[in-house]
Each structure stands twice: as C-alpha cells, then as structure tokens.
C-alpha cells in the first residue's frame, strides 16, 4: 500500500461549488505540505502543517483553507472554486526528527474546475 | 528571496547518451538539495539529495548529482540515458534557517529518442 494517498485522484467542478481534497499518510511524518503544480511553475507551497495545532500560510494560499485533523490527514479545501484554481494538486510529508528533510508526495490529485 | 532555477525547459537526448540536467540556486543560507523525477501521471519520487559531506552524491536510477557552492549549483547527471528516464525532472531547495520549506525549480522534461 502507498505510503502516502490522496483522494479523489481525479475531481471535475463547477465554479462556485466547495470542494474538499483529502490526504492520508501512514509514514508516521509529523509535517505535511500541499501543493498545486501548474506547467512550466513547478511546484508551489500551499499550506504546511508541521504538527495537529500547526497550520502555516505557504505561497499562494489564498483561496484555500485547509484542517489537520490528525497527525496522519491533512485536508485542503476550496471554499468557493474558480477556473484558475485547475491545476495538479499534491500533498507531501517529512519527518523533521529524523534531521532529514526531504518530502515524500503522494500520486496527486487532478482537479479541473469548469 | 529563495529561487531555483532550471534553464532548461526541455531537453531531448538520445538512448544511450549521457544527461546533465542544470540546477541553479539564490539562497542566502546553507542550503539542502534535492533532484525529484516525476513519470507522466505519478507523484514525484525522490531521486537523491544533499545535506552535508562529499559533495558528489549517488541516487537511484544510475543517477548522480554534484553540489558546487562557488556556483551556487547541483547539477543532476547520468552516464547513459534509458528511454524509461523520460519524465519531468525537478530540483528543490531548503534550508533550516527557512523553515525547511522546500522551493521547486520549473522543471525539466526530458525526451528520449531511440
């Protein structure tokens, strides 16, 4: 089984319509991370979670809202979806005890808002 | 502000060719480095990265990287490219003294022909 999953993997929306993107891990990581990747920008920082009581503003968080409802989920919401908020999202883990910082993603979400 | 450049937006090689693959960084602390690749339709898998130490680093794959601090780059290499390599190739970068937030470079596709 992955160790970090993502659900739904792919969502078709209107505009205006609330829609919630859910991630799940099983690696034990204390910090999660979303992210949206458009083509030819990379990936750019959403939402970060370093522990539950622990959310943090990234990049480009505005339209977005997201709850760490426990250690292992970390949910990303749009409250109010427009067409310019297409895009592949991906949620990551880490594991800051480790010392180590590199980030395990998971499969992705393609949303498509109509 | 923390940046990642990759010059390349494309790049096509041949099987069997060797690869470099360019990462440039503005960072003002000492940073960790990362190189993902990112098959069509999958999350990013992590390929290697750099903290400390011998600043030639082996990952998975056949590939390696090399940190070079007075050109503020880690560039990602392979001996001898196979087709399965074509993918999305991204470089990332944090630092502590950033919150070990990661930055992602725009990425480079790479194609290989037979």
């Known amino acids: 089984d992955a160790d970090v999953t993502q659900t739904p993997r792919n969502r078709i929306t209107k505009t205006g319509k609330r829609i919630m993107l859910e991630c799940s891990q099983t690696?034990?990581?204390?910090?999660m991370y979303w992210y949206r990747q458009d083509p030819g920008l990379g990936l750019r920082l959403i939402y970060y979670?370093?522990?539950?009581?622990?959310?943090n503003k990234g990049e480009i968080s505005d339209g977005y809202s997201v709850s760490r409802q426990a250690q292992a989920k970390f949910s990303l919401s749009l409250e109010s979806a427009i067409p310019n908020q297409t895009a592949l999202y991906f949620c990551?883990?880490?594991?800051?005890?480790?010392?180590?910082?590199?980030?395990?993603f998971g499969p992705g979400t393609r949303l498509t808002v109509t | 502000a923390q940046s990642v450049t990759q010059p390349d937006i494309h790049i096509t090689v041949s099987e069997g060719a060797s690869l470099e693959l360019r990462c440039n960084y503005s960072?003002?602390?000492?940073?960790?480095l990362f190189w993902y690749v990112q098959s069509p339709g999958q999350g990013l898998q992590l390929l290697l990265k750099?903290?400390?130490?011998?600043?030639l680093v082996q990952g998975i794959k056949g590939f390696e990287a090399e940190f070079k601090r007075s050109q503020s780059s880690f560039n990602l290499r392979k001996p001898s490219v196979h087709w399965s390599d074509a993918a999305e190739y991204f470089c990332?970068?944090?630092?502590?003294?950033?919150?070990?937030?990661?930055?992602f470079g725009a990425g480079t596709i790479l194609r290989v022909k037979s």
């Open positions: 990551a883990t880490s594991a800051a005890t480790s010392g180590r910082y590199e980030q395990y």
């Open positions: 690696k034990g990581h204390d910090r």
């Open positions: 979670s370093f522990d539950v009581k622990d959310i």
């Open positions: 960072y003002g602390a000492t940073p960790y």
């Open positions: 750099y903290f400390s130490g011998d600043t």
């Open positions: 990332a970068v944090g630092a502590l003294e950033y919150g070990n937030k990661l930055v």
